[in-house]
């Protein structure tokens, strides 16, 4: 068995047992490489474009190349086609961040599209191709010699899509050679919006449960901005705390991935899905930020003062911060631009500082260091994500682990004209618990896209979403699939 590490390596490990042997180091981010074991003992990954190494060692060969005039910025999820020295790949270029699927010819190296507008091709030996388009799992003939697609219809399956409101969408599904299917099926808990004190209970708000994230305070602590996912798109939401009604922010069709207020709470600050960062106020919404070639725009925050959004730069797998100035007076700038993934910035109250997410030391922790520049501090000794200051500036809270358990963590923060002294995390509250009624309960956590899935009231109170456990941990396995495939888009036997 081949598999990727956080450090950026492919390893391999025989299924017996035994010790791990390294095959390729240095990827840009092993959590979001793909690979395929192919017949000839060569695995095939991605690592921004895509490589071949042998399986008993060796160097590795590039086989694709980034097409930088068509602004393509990853190729990922190799996958073989039987009978066929080809691999189908996903090409992700911007804007208009369409993805398409193509193959390589791996004697000629030629490329062929076969299929726009879709992503993360599963090639069946039933003669067909599993594909997604946007988050709809897809199903077509597929013609294994031309490398050619036929009408493709959708599946009945509820198959769970992750990110489907975002350029990069997942479906969460295996396919076996037998005929076998396994899937993560749709989530059907929603979420509840409330309040924790720390060493106290959740309380809600009042707010109908539905697919929510993201919750953003207000400065005044008065109302929450939420996105809402439904019906494949993410939609921004304000909730008035006081009155307990609900009203629409973002108006049109693309999805909202992420948002926050401005300091002094005369608007918010959105990165809309496909058209760049705006600026949205007294019901108008002014453009910041386009699309940049070959990069999409990630989770943000506002400097204390108002004159600077520091923001999340994704280009394929590879996570930078920039500055942006909000007066246009000068370019975007670089703040952390490294060989690792640094992602959720959090700056200090005073602005002295920047909290943030890197993966330097071969897993995500959170560090702090002056901003824009100078001394770093190592805040997580255990691995930690999201970032986030107390309003006094005095602590920073961020979900790590103690003992194997996600937790709520606080770390004391102390200025001194030499620098700063950190304690050591204190555990707050678990991430998963049980309720005295025996329900088992997750707060959302965030993910890669829209950042931290809490927030701080005024008071000190943490803002969560929580849903029941029951429904994140089934695995639906479909025995003789490809015989429903096969009903469903009957195809001719192909040669293999």
Known sequence: MAFFTRAGELKKIALSGGAPVTLAEGLSNGRWSFGVWNDEDAIVYSNSSLFRIPAGGGTPEQLTTLNEENQEFQHRFPTLVPGNRAVLFTVDSSPPFDPRIEALLLDSGERRVVLDNASGA??????????????????APFDFAALTVGPAVAVPEAIRIDNAYSLYPHAQLTLAGNGSLAYLPELTSTRELGALAPGGSFEPFGLANDYYSQPRVTPDGRAVSLLLQRDRESVLYTYDLERGTTARLSQDSNSVLAAAWRPDGRGLAMVVSRQGIFLLENGRQTLLLPPGPGYATRNMRWAPDGTELVYTRQRGIAHD????????????????????????????PDGRWLAFTSDESGRRDIYIQAYPEGERYTVSPEGGRFPLWSADGSAIFFVGFQDDVQKMLRVAVTASPSGLQLGSPEPLFDMRYTAPDGTDYSYHVGDNIIGAGFDLLPD???????????????????????????RLVPVAVQAQ
Request: charged share 20%; aromatic share 6%; no cysteine.
């Open 122 to 139: 599963h090639v069946l030996a039933s003669g067909h191709l599993l594909f997604l388009r946007g988050a709809t799992v897809m199903l």
């Open 321 to 348: 911060l920039w500055i942006h100035n909000i007066d246009g007076a000068q370019a975007d700038r670089p703040l952390l631009t490294t060989p690792a993934a640094e992602e959720d910035p959090a700056l200090s």
């Open 460 to 486: 000190g109170r943490f803002v969560l979403l929580r849903s029941p456990e029951s429904d994140n941990r089934e695995v639906v396995i479909v025995q003789n699939w490809f015989d429903e495939v096969r």
